[in-house]
Nanobody, 130 residues
C-alpha cells in the first residue's frame, strides 16, 4: 500500500522542541522531493520546508528559517523535521507530501496546486502553548 505517515506531533511549551517524521511505504522516498506543510487554525495550508531528491537542497519558509531543519534518512525511507524554538504560532496540523517532479522552490513556494502533488499524509497535530 502506497502511503505517507506522519508522527511526532504533540503538545509542547513555547521554546521547546519536537521532531516530526514522515515514513513512506510502497515507494522509495529518496526519488521524490518531500515537503512539510502546516495548516494553522483558520488558515490555508502552507509549505514550510522542502528537500530535494537529487542533491538534498532545502527550502525553508521565512517563518521557520533558523529554527527548523529538514533531513532525509534513505535507509529508513523517512524525512524528518526537527523543530526548535517553537512558538505558539507554529501550532497546526503538519502534513508531509512527496512529488516526483517538483523542485523544492516549486513545491514549497505556494504557486503549485497542492492537490497536484503525488502523495500526502494525513497529518500530525502540533500544539505550542504560551
Amino acid at each position: 500500500q502506497v502511503q505517507l505517515v506522519e508522527s511526532g506531533g504533540g503538545l509542547v511549551q513555547a521554546g521547546g522542541s519536537l521532531r516530526l517524521s514522515c515514513v513512506a511505504s510502497g515507494f522509495t522516498l529518496d526519488y521524490f522531493t518531500v515537503g512539510w506543510f502546516r495548516q494553522a487554525p483558520g488558515k490555508e495550508r502552507e509549505g514550510i520546508s522542502c528537500i530535494s531528491s537529487s542533491d538534498d537542497s532545502t527550502y525553508y519558509a521565512d517563518s521557520v528559517k533558523g529554527r527548523f531543519t529538514i533531513s532525509r534518512d534513505n535507509a529508513k525511507n523517512t524525512v524528518s523535521l526537527e523543530m526548535n524554538g517553537l512558538k505558539p504560532e507554529d501550532t497546526g496540523v503538519y502534513y508531509c507530501a512527496a512529488d516526483y517532479t517538483l523542485i523544492v522552490q516549486a513545491m514549497c513556494g505556494g504557486k503549485i496546486s497542492q492537490s497536484s502533488m503525488d502523495y500526502w499524509g494525513k497529518g500530525t497535530l502540533v500544539t505550542v502553548s504560551s
